[in-house]
């Protein structure tokens, strides 16, 4: 079982920069795939990014290529979303996801775990 704490939403203006971070509680969290996710009121989950367990195999969704960056830490047990360049439509609550293994994929269905999200606010 592993427990995922998200950290670091909040309101910000367009254009402008978050870094999300999203502590686990497990010690093997090195062998874990993690992701990010979101989900605005009113739509579908949206995939947003995930990195492998070692951090060499790292996929986007495309609405945030270019703009937003996964990374982890496996000796603090954290994975960072850094998150510039923001837009109105990038309002959602966002959530760290984690999955046993090296698979890659963008599906949430394959996340084990979750954590309770983060509100992310781009406004002016």
């Known amino acids: 079982q592993v427990r995922l704490v998200e950290s670091g939403g909040g309101l910000v203006q367009p254009g402008g920069s978050l870094r999300l971070s999203c502590a686990a509680s497990?010690?093997?969290?090195?062998?874990?795939?993690m992701g990010w996710f979101r989900q605005a009121p009113g739509k579908e989950r949206e995939f947003v990014a995930t990195?492998?367990?070692?951090?060499?195999?790292?996929v986007y969704g495309n609405s945030v290529k270019g703009r937003f960056t996964i990374s982890r830490d496996n000796l603090k047990n954290t994975v960072f979303l850094q998150m510039n360049g923001l837009k109105p439509e990038d309002t959602a609550a966002y959530y760290c996801?984690?999955?046993?293994?090296?698979?890659?994929?963008?599906?949430?269905?394959?996340?084990?775990?979750w954590g309770q999200g983060t509100q992310v606010t781009v406004s002016s």
């Open positions: 996801a984690a999955r046993l293994g090296w698979t890659l994929t963008t599906s949430g269905a394959d996340y084990a775990f």
């Open positions: 497990e010690g093997s969290f090195s062998a874990y795939r």
């Open positions: 990195i492998n367990p070692a951090g060499s195999d790292i």
